[in-house]
């Protein structure tokens, strides 16, 4: 009679095993988002492009959707959950930008409702766009200077993680980190990762 094994198997621990890939996507994706936010601060001279910024939301809610999927329960990760949170945040002003740009669109439609229903002249309805345009601006400002403040902190956190990842987890970390870093700059056709002037080169 052959000799059975009755040793109990380790169960595979599929957060343990897949938080590094999560990190590493949330990273990814974060600091996408945070280059073309960046490079929209050069706009001055022109007006804001609503799809940058619906890029910028769809990139940001990748990080965030990454992000908590590498996040415990029971209060481990802490830093890791506030990360997630501050994306979030982050994301809220995305679409607080794209709101008013959208309210500057339907204001100076030339079909819109606005100059009708007001009977008001064009002069003064370019006004009220541009006063949109101008909270647009001012939030995308706020975003800029938020995002300064937190570059110490992001940075501290990626590395905290890599001190505590293995070997093998690190290897996971760089290997997702690479394949999607190469992925998005071979798809220029999707409309989410387009390269408009050099913002996605690293």
């Known amino acids: 009679m052959g000799f059975v094994n009755l040793s109990p198997v380790k169960a ?17 994706y974060y ?22 910024y619906e890029e910028i939301l769809f990139l940001l809610r990748l990080a965030r959707d990454h992000g908590y999927f590498a996040v415990r329960d029971g209060g481990k990760n802490e830093k890791d959950g506030q990360f997630c949170k501050f994306i979030n945040m982050l994301a ?10 959208n309210l500057k669109h339907s ?9 009708s229903f007001l009977e008001t002249n064009h002069a003064s309805v370019a006004l009220q766009a541009e006063e949109y345009e101008r909270r647009a601006r001012d939030i995308a ?3 800029l200077n938020t995002l300064e403040l937190a570059k110490d902190a ?3 956190l990626k590395k905290a993680n890599h001190a505590v990842f293995s070997e093998v987890e690190r ?32």
């Open 107 to 115: 204001v100076e439609a030339a079909d819109g409702f606005f100059l």
């Open 31 to 52: 600091e996408r988002a945070t280059r073309l936010l960046k490079s929209t601060d050069h706009m001055a001279l022109r007006k804001l492009n609503a799809a940058d």
């Open 171 to 202: 290897g996971r970390y760089d290997k997702a980190a690479a394949h999607h870093k190469k992925l998005i700059e071979q798809r220029p056709d999707v409309p989410q990762y387009q390269k408009r002037a050099g913002r996605f080169s690293w």
């Open 92 to 101: 809220g002003n995305v679409k607080a930008v794209l709101s008013m740009l």
């Open 154 to 156: 992001f940075e501290g």
């Open 12 to 28: 595979i621990n599929h957060f343990e095993q897949n938080r590094p890939v999560h990190l590493a996507l949330r990273d990814i």
């Open 141 to 143: 400002h706020c975003m």
